[in-house]
């Protein structure tokens, strides 16, 4: 019998309990049959840097983190990746087996994955990109865009010293909330970061006519995994890439490092993980 230790992850949050990181690397570990758990994990804000240490104590090979976690986790770890560092978030772990915990960011590369997988099919050159909405979300997938070569970013936010201190940050370009309609003229993609559109939550109002109809939409929000931006980028002929799909991408670094298999990103998957 092998005596190697079984290998521990998970997602730690406050709350966690809506976190569906538990079912998509469950599926996955089921799935190739692979020794290891995954685990939710309620950790309060107070409690973090004392959960960080007992991660390496009990010789987890890493975790997820999420909110409202992916900023404070940064000083308890010791090095980060150059997504993790210029996004100033993080939101996974990898501990090695002395115990040094890296901190990544992989929710740029989810982003793109979910634009370049399958059908979706955008490439950083098809054209200029607005992005509605300038939170933490908003951060990765600026990053990521301007990161992967797209040469204007339009960023629109309700609160507008907010898109212009990402537009200073990145290199993109502000754009009034109330202009978002007009800049949508000419774009190859349009990606809704903000919660408008959320179960619960107002919508997100916003003319597509000025977009082109072979630009990508995309909509971070996945509950629900239709929203209304979808639905009416689909009507007029956009491709339209949903939330799940980014959340589902994000996962796979992690997973790989940790078990030590590149995972699927499938239907068999997303069906599991809607349950
Ligand atoms: P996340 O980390 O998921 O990006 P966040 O940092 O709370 O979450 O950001 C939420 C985004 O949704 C912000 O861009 C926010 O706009 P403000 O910066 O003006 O707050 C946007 N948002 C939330 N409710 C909104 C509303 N009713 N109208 C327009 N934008 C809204």
């Not at 890439?241 to 980014?246: E, Q």
């Amino acid at each position: 019998m092998s005596t190697a230790p079984l290998p521990l992850a998970g997602v730690i949050g406050w709350p966690v309990s809506h976190s569906l990181s538990p079912r998509l690397h469950g599926h996955w570990l089921g799935r190739y049959g692979l020794p290891g758990a995954y685990l939710p994990l309620a950790v309060s804000p107070d409690d973090l840097p004392t959960a960080i240490a007992g991660l390496r104590a009990l010789n987890f090979v890493g975790a997820n983190i999420t909110v409202p976690h992916k900023q404070a986790v940064i000083p308890c770890i010791d090095s980060l990746d150059p997504a993790a560092r210029a996004i100033g978030a993080v939101n996974t772990l990898i501990i090695d087996e002395r115990g040094a915990i890296e901190g990544r960011n992989t929710d740029a590369q989810g982003f793109l994955a979910a634009l370049t997988a399958g059908s979706a099919g955008w490439n950083a050159r098809s054209g200029p990109a607005l992005v509605l909405g300038a939170g933490g979300a908003a951060r990765s997938i600026v990053w990521a865009l301007k990161n992967a070569g797209v040469h204007e970013v339009r960023i629109a936010n309700r609160s507008a010293d907010k898109a212009a201190a990402l537009a200073e940050e990145f290199d993109a370009a502000p754009v009034d909330w109330a202009e978002r309609d007009a800049a949508l003229d000419g774009c190859a993609l349009l990606v809704n970061t903000t919660t408008l559109g959320m179960d619960g939550q107002a919508q997100l109002e916003i003319a597509l006519d000025a977009l082109p109809t072979d630009a990508t939409v995309m909509d971070i929000v996945y509950a629900p995994l239709e929203t209304p931006l979808l639905s009416a980028a689909r009507r007029r002929g956009n491709i339209a890439v949903d939330g799940l799909s980014m959340l589902l991408h994000q996962a796979v670094p992690g997973f790989s490092a940790w078990f030590g298999k590149e995972p699927q990103v499938d239907d068999a998957l997303r069906k599991a993980v809607l349950g």
